[in-house]
C-alpha cells in the first residue's frame, strides 16, 4: 500500500504598516485596563464639570462683578481635563512599557525588524482612539456644565466665539499627552520612569519654577510644556500667556522632539 504526501502551501505576508497597525489595535482592545483607564478619564471630566458647574451657579448671586465679568463658562465645564490627563498620560506609557515588562516586546520586535512600525503604529492607534473619546467626554462635559450654569442663565452654547476651540482644544491636548506618554515610555522603556518623566513635565516643572522670582515665571512658565498646550483650553489668553494655537503648537513641537528621540533609541538599542 502506497501513501500520498499532501503539501499545504505556506503563506508568507509581508510586514506592512497595515498590519502592523492591526496588530496593535487587536493588542491595544484586548486589554482591560484600556477600557477601564479610559472610563476613569471620561468619568472624570464629566463629573468635574457637573460639580464645578454647579457650584459656581450656587454661588452666582455672591460673587464680586469683578469675577462675574470674567467667569468662563466654557472653560468651567471642561476643568476636569486636569485630572482626565492624568488617567490618558498613564495609559500613554503604559501602551508600550507594559510589553517591555512582560518580555513581549521581544516577539514583537522579532515580527517587525524594521521597529519603526511598531512605533508609528502604536502611536496612531492610541492617539486615534484618544482623540475620539477625548472629543466626546469634552462634548458630554460641556453640555452636562451648561445645563448646570443655565439655572443662573450664565451659560454659553457651542456656536459662541471661541467656544468650539476650547472644547475641541481640550481633546487635542489631551491626545498630545498621551502621545507624549507613549513617546516617554518608549524612551524609558520603564513604567515608573515614563510615568515619572511625564509628570516631571507637565506638573512638577510649574510647580518648581514658581518658587522662582516673578520674572522668571512669566518670561519662562508660557513656554513650559503644559502651560503651552493648556493655551488652547482656554477662552481669554492670561497675561504672559502664549497664543492658544502657538501654545498647541509647542507643545506639539515638544512631543515631536520626543518621538524623535525614542525613534532613535528603539533603533539603536537591543531590546
Given amino acids: 500500500m502506497t501513501s500520498a504526501t499532501i503539501s499545504t502551501p505556506v503563506r508568507s505576508g509581508k510586514v506592512t504598516q497595515g498590519r502592523v497597525l492591526n496588530s496593535e489595535w487587536i493588542k491595544f482592545r484586548s486589554l482591560r485596563s484600556t477600557y477601564l483607564t479610559l472610563l476613569i478619564a471620561v468619568a472624570a471630566m464629566v463629573g468635574i464639570a457637573l460639580l464645578a458647574c454647579w457650584a459656581a451657579a450656587n454661588r452666582w448671586q455672591h460673587l464680586p462683578m469683578a469675577e462675574r465679568a470674567s467667569f468662563d463658562a466654557a472653560g468651567r465645564s471642561i476643568d476636569g481635563y486636569v485630572f482626565a490627563q492624568l488617567a490618558i498620560g498613564v495609559l500613554g506609557v503604559l501602551v508600550i512599557t507594559g510589553e517591555y515588562s512582560t518580555g513581549m516586546i521581544r516577539a514583537t520586535l522579532s515580527a517587525v525588524p524594521r521597529r519603526l512600525p511598531v512605533l508609528w503604529a502604536k502611536m496612531a492607534v492610541f492617539g486615534g482612539v484618544t482623540l475620539v473619546l477625548a472629543s466626546i467626554a469634552s462634548l458630554l462635559s460641556f453640555f452636562a456644565g451648561q445645563s448646570m450654569l443655565a439655572s443662573q442663565h450664565i451659560q454659553t452654547t457651542l456656536s459662541a466665539p471661541g467656544v468650539p476651540r476650547v472644547v475641541f482644544g481640550t481633546a487635542i ?3 498630545l499627552v498621551g502621545l507624549f506618554g507613549v513617546a516617554m515610555g518608549a524612551v524609558t522603556r520603564s513604567t515608573p520612569g515614563g510615568i515619572a518623566s511625564v509628570f516631571g ?9 514658581h518658587a ?3 520674572s522668571w515665571v512669566d518670561d519662562i512658565g508660557p513656554y513650559l510644556p503644559s502651560n503651552a498646550g493648556q493655551a488652547l483650553t482656554v477662552l481669554h489668553a492670561e497675561p504672559h500667556q502664549l497664543a492658544p494655537w ?11 522632539v520626543t518621538v524623535v528621540i525614542a525613534a532613535v533609541q528603539l533603533k539603536r538599542r537591543d531590546a
Fill in 212 to 214: 522662582l522670582p516673578s
Fill in 173 to 175: 491636548y489631551l491626545t
Fill in 201 to 209: 513635565m507637565l506638573f512638577v516643572l510649574p510647580l518648581i519654577l
Fill in 246 to 256: 502657538t501654545g498647541a503648537g509647542l507643545f506639539a513641537g515638544y512631543v515631536a
